[in-house]
């Protein structure tokens, strides 16, 4: 089995922040919220955990796993989307010249400016980080989980479900909602 989680909440997203790379902590709700979802999953068997190097997915990865013997590993390319220069910009969706806000509304037609990553270059990032670490491991029967981030766990879902660009925000990404994806 393959499961995908986003991390807890952050103090920019209760903002409405783009985080990207910005290694953005949880706060106190997204830190109850990890622990939360530990127990509500504690019967779905995980062999493995890998893991975004951002604090915020570190954190819900340590403590949704607890006290289970799982071993979290750490991969750079589960990092998140980066927004470049957008980083850090409150409200995005509120802001019609933001070149970021056509990414959250028309996926298939963004296109990255002032330093930010666009969704091929996440999609390749993804791409080969399954090919080369996730289907291997499936092939052996581990059951795994990956904690990421709202945009890259979307990447991962278009691989899954053969969509297409336009259809990067088909599933809803919630905190800590644990997604099976095989």
Known sequence: ML???RHGQTDWNVKHKLQGKTNISL???GRASSIEAG???SEVNIDICYCSPLDRAQETAK??????DIPIVTDNRLEEMGFGI????EKVFDKPDCPVREFFFNPGEYTAVGGAESIDQVLARTGEFLN???YPELKKGKDILIVAHGALNAGLLCHFRN???AEFWDEPMENCKLI???
Do not use: T
């Open 39 to 41: 127990k509500q999953y």
């Open 132 to 134: 080369e670490v996730i």
């Open 163 to 165: 969509r297409s660009k």
């Open 27 to 29: 706060n106190e709700f």
């Open 3 to 5: 499961y995908i989680m």
């Open 86 to 89: 957008y980083e850090g910009e």
């Open 180 to 182: 099976k994806v095989l």
């Open 63 to 68: 403590l949704f796993i607890g006290d289970r």
